[in-house]
C-alpha cells in the first residue's frame, strides 16, 4: 500500500536550506485536567510504570534477552530511583510497558505509563497532550540511500547541487517525481516529508514504513530510493545491518529537535521531580559513559547541548 505525496523540501533539499523544527500537525483534543497526580497513582499502586518502544534502537528496544533496553531506557531508571525516593514506597516496583508509534503518547494520556521511555520529539500539537521533560537529547531527520544511489538524487538529498538555476530546479523536480520514498507512519519524518511536498507541489510516491527495520530493508530491496528517519536510529541501523556496505546516511540533517520523555498533562510537580533526576543525570561523572555507549564519544556540540539543558538547584 502506498500514497502519494507532495515532496517537501526534499525537492528543493538542493536548492532550499534545511528546515528548523517540524510542520504541525492536525490539533489534536487537548488533555484533560488529570485527577489524580502520577505520584498519588504511584503511591497507591505501588508501582512505576515505564514506557518503552521495541524498535527504536539506540533509546528504546527490546534486547535479545527480551528486556527493555537503549539510551532513553538508561535515562529513565535513573529517574525511576528518583521517583522511589519521593514515594515513600519502600518496594516500589518497576513495570516496563510496550508501546507502538500509533499508542505511545495515547498510552501516557490514559495513564497505562507514566513516563514514556522513547524517541519522543516535543512538538507544540503534542504539548497539547503530554508535557514533555527537559530535553534529552538533539535529535532530527536524516535519510539513509543506497551507496549505489543516482548521483543527482544524492546532490538533491544533499543540497549539494553546483547550479541553482530555474533550469536545474526543474531538472531537481522531475527526478524527485521518478522516486519513492517511505517513512514510518506517525512519526515527525513522516509529516515533513509530507508538508515540505505540500509546499513545493511535486508528486512523488510516499510509502508507510511498518518499522525501522522495514525502512532499511525497502531501500535494501530497491523498493525504496530513500528512507526517512530520526537521524541518530538511521546511523545505529545501518551500522548493525548485514547489507551495511550497501547503505549510507547522508550527512545533511534536514530538522533540528528536541527529544524529550513524555510525562502526564499539567503534572508540575512530577515534571520537576523528572528535571531534577535528568539534571543530576547530566551533571553526574557517569553520563559520558552512558552517552558514549549508544551514540560514541559526544562531541562539542553535544555536550552544549546538555550543558545548555541541565538546569541548576
Known sequence: MRYVAGISALALLAVAPAAFG??????????????????????????LKLGYRTDARPFSFKDASGNPAGYSVDLCQAVGDAVKGKAGVADLKVEWVPVSVDNQLRAVQQHEVDILCAAATVTLSRREQVD???????????????TDAPKRLRNILNGEAAQYTPVWRAVALNILREQVFTAVPGTTAEQWVKDRGQEFQVQFALTPASSYEAGIQAVVDRKASAFF???????????????????VVLDRQYTYE????????????FRLLVDRALSKE??????????????????????????WNALPE
Open 282 to 307: 547530566f551533571a553526574s561523572a557517569g553520563y559520558q559513559g552512558t552517552y558514549a555507549k549508544w551514540f560514541g564519544k559526544p562531541n562539542e556540540k553535544s555536550e552544549v547541548f546538555f550543558r
Open 229 to 247: 528517519a530520526e537521524r541518530a536510529i538511521l546511523l545505529d541501523a545501518v551500522k548493525s545491518n548485514k547489507s551495511a556496505k550497501d547503505l
Open 132 to 146: 514533555f521533560s527537559l530535553p534529552i537529547f538533539p535529535g532530527g531527520v536524516g535519510v539513509v540511500v543506497r
Open 22 to 47: 517540524q510542520a504541525k500537525k492536525a490539533t489534536p483534543a487537548p488533555a484533560a485536567k488529570p485527577a489524580a497526580t502520577t505520584l498519588e497513582r504511584v503511591k497507591a499502586s505501588g508501582s
Open 258 to 269: 528536541r527529544l524529550a520523555l513524555p510525562i502526564q498533562y499539567g503534572d508540575d510537580d
